[in-house]
């Protein structure tokens, strides 16, 4: 198993802000992910984070919106930039083990006013 | 499109077996079937995943029909702490390209 750290657990931001939430990994791992559920819904994958290269945006999201770094094999960050309320959501970072078994960190609960 | 679809909830005794239906009626050969968990407040959490035969482990049991187009989870003594929103997630590539989540079946273990 994987144990995924992520900071903050939660924050509460201005409108028109930026947040980072960190996600760092116990041991190094090929394939990252970032998910967003938004309140009352499933989770939506947001990109794949890739080591050495430009993350991996699944459709409706984009860079500019969701910057993503990935350093190394145990670490990663996601931005969400220019902050409205309909970002208020929880962030979820996820990671892929040599099984194929997903895990995932607690989670950043963010609330924009 | 939806790949699988689960009923919205379901409700279950303490101590009995929990049974969650997921249909995937279009599930292609090559595709797995995964059921992940996620108990209020926290991230999903893997459960278990199979291709044809059935599976077991310390958290469940996966039945999957003969034609594979329908699975059940089963958790075989039902606790408290099985109250979660249950997700079914058929996928090929072994979660490389991200698992994509549907609804879920809201479960509600009963005293």
């Known amino acids: 198993s994987a144990v995924i750290s992520q900071k903050p657990s939660r924050d509460i931001c201005q409108r028109g802000t930026s947040l980072t939430i960190q996600c760092q990994v116990d041991s190094q791992v090929t394939m990252m992910f970032w998910y967003r559920q938004q309140p009352g819904q499933s989770l939506t994958l947001i990109a794949t984070a890739n080591q050495g290269s430009e993350a991996t945006y699944e459709s409706g999201f984009v860079i500019d919106k969701f910057p993503i770094s990935r350093p190394n094999l145990t670490f990663s960050t996601l931005t969400v930039s220019n902050m409205s309320p309909e970002d208020s959501s929880i962030y979820l970072c996820s990671v892929l083990s040599v099984n194929e078994k997903l895990f995932f960190g607690s989670g950043t609960q963010l609330s924009v006013l | ?111």
């Not at chain 2, 991230?43 to 594979?68: C, F, V, W």
Request: some cysteine.
């Open chain 2, 1 to 111: 499109d939806a790949k699988t679809t689960q009923p919205t909830s379901m409700d279950c005794a303490e101590g009995r077996a929990a049974n969650l239906p997921c249909n995937h009626s279009t599930i292609s050969g090559n595709e797995y079937v995964y059921w992940y968990r996620q108990i209020h407040s926290q991230g999903p959490q893997y459960i278990i995943h199979g291709l044809k035969n059935n599976e077991t482990n310390e958290m469940a049991s996966l039945i999957i029909t003969e034609d594979r187009k329908s699975s059940t989870l089963i958790l075989p003594h039902a606790t408290l702490r099985d109250t979660a929103v249950y997700y079914c997630i058929v996928d090929s590539g072994g979660g490389a390209d991200g698992l994509t989540f549907g609804k879920g079946t809201h479960l509600i273990i009963q005293p």
